[in-house]
């Protein structure tokens, strides 16, 4: 079974919203074996996207549709749909009942509208909306399905939870499997040319994919065929083998985070750790603590952001500021030691840098940022060379320095 899409919404074609709604419908129809085959995205326009569902059906079984199905004028996706169809439009007493009773509940008047909301194509399915006002809709065309949904992305996974994916489920004869191996610090035709003759070996039926990221790289393997048992066992086989390829650079597997990765190695090795920040502001415990738990084993974090700071609070030797700098690899590492004793923590991680777009020096451009990873007995350095860009430098500073200290503890625990 093959399926397309088809977003309508002028927000999102000038650029004020992101498209989130595709690759989450794309993710759950693969899981079920349905192939998406094209993603089109459209204005809030009849011609727009009336031209959309043409494209969008000539090869595909199903068509799934997000947004304009709202109260207002620009809502025109259901006139669009009418239009394909060629059918009239007719007043759906039960979604109107149903969105008074909701307006009732919350002590709110109905506009001229919401009377216009439940307008629905002739020949349709409600789709019932558990989260808001906007019904879903389903429609026969030929031998074709097209479903619509509201552009609200959990009044859509809603719908889809709870009405769209129980329809299709086992309808597909495809089965797909994907695994996907996280990998991070390592550009992709590195990895490429460490895996290449494994990738070689594999049959035609499963692809490889390499996904880059700021500061990491996805590895998905897909895989196509009838026997989804079997499908499942070949992919996990090749999996393997990439990952003992690639060694230390995997950090996990499907969407597993830098984050999550660390916390569970220091969990599992009963670690504590605590953070030194300078350049990064306090990123790297803010990303550290995004992750549930993370108080079983993150401690704290010091942000010296000044020179005074790493003076008094961690402890940095004033002489080591003067000869070396405050961007140095005898700074960071003497960062290291005094969270460590400031914190009371095993493991500390210190970053310092120029992250831009002023400050830099010839010896010392901008993007120049020190790494240290340590105990008090061993203090490991990494010169991480980033951009121009400050946001883009403080995002991959707090990738690289999230993995330097996995690697830091599978090397020395």
């Known amino acids: 079974?093959?399926?397309?899409?088809?977003?309508?919404?002028d927000e999102i074609l000038i650029g004020q919203v992101t498209d989130t709604n595709s690759g989450w419908i794309c993710q759950k129809l693969n899981g079920i074996g349905i192939e998406?085959?094209?993603?089109?995205?459209?204005?809030?326009?009849?011609?727009q996207i009336v031209s959309g569902m043409e494209v969008a059906l000539e090869a595909s079984d199903v068509l799934l549709m997000t947004g304009g199905l709202g109260p207002t004028k620009d809502d025109i996706t259901k006139k669009a749909i009418a239009g394909f169809l060629g059918v009239d439009l007719f007043f759906h007493e039960p979604t109107f009942e149903r969105i008074k009773k909701i307006f009732e509940r919350l002590g709110r008047i109905l506009s001229p509208y919401h009377h216009d909301q439940c307008m629905m194509p002739e020949g349709v399915e409600i789709l019932h909306n558990s989260m808001g006002t906007a019904p879903g809709m389903c429609f026969r065309y030929n031998s074709k399905q097209i479903i619509s949904m509201p552009g609200v992305p959990f009044e859509m996974k809603a719908i889809m939870e709870e009405q769209v994916l129980p329809r299709f489920r086992n309808k597909s004869d495809l089965k797909i499997v994907h695994k996907t191996i996280m990998t991070a610090c390592t550009g992709e035709t590195i990895i490429e040319n460490k895996i290449r003759s494994i990738v070689n070996d594999m049959p035609e039926y499963i692809n490889i994919a390499y996904l880059p990221s700021l500061g990491a790289v996805r590895v998905?393997?897909?895989?196509?065929?009838?026997?989804?048992?079997?499908l499942e066992e070949e992919i996990s086989y090749y999996a393997r083998c990439i990952a003992e390829a690639l060694g230390p650079i995997v950090y996990g597997w499907e969407d597993t985070t830098l984050e999550q990765a660390v916390q569970q190695l220091c969990i599992d090795k009963k670690i504590k750790v605590g953070t030194a920040e300078s350049c990064t502001g306090g990123a790297i415990a803010a990303r550290i603590?995004?992750?549930?738990?993370?108080?079983?084993?993150?401690?704290?974090?010091?942000?010296?952001?000044s020179n005074n700071i790493k003076c008094e609070l961690l402890h940095v030797a004033e002489s080591t500021l003067q000869n070396y700098g405050a961007v140095s690899e005898h700074t960071v590492k003497e960062m290291v030691v005094g969270a460590i004793n400031q914190l009371k923590v095993d493991v500390?991680?210190?970053?310092?840098?120029?992250?831009?777009?002023?400050?830099?020096?010839?010896?010392?451009?901008?993007?120049?940022?020190?790494i240290c990873a340590g105990n008090k007995s061993v203090q490991e350095t990494y010169l991480l060379k980033a951009g121009k860009d400050?946001?883009?430098?403080?995002?991959t500073t707090v990738v690289y320095a999230l993995d330097f200290l996995r690697r830091f503890i599978l090397k020395n625990y």
């Open 289 to 305: 603590v995004t992750v549930p738990g993370s108080s079983d084993y993150f401690y704290g974090g010091v942000v010296s952001y």
């Open 1 to 9: 079974m093959r399926a397309s899409i088809v977003i309508v919404g």
């Open 220 to 230: 998905r393997l897909t895989g196509k065929g009838s026997d989804g048992q079997v």
């Open 390 to 395: 400050r946001t883009k430098n403080i995002e």
């Open 36 to 47: 998406i085959i094209k993603i089109i995205t459209v204005g809030d326009d009849y011609a």
């Open 348 to 370: 500390a991680i210190a970053v310092s840098g120029i992250a831009g777009p002023n400050g830099g020096t010839p010896e010392k451009p901008v993007g120049t940022i020190w």
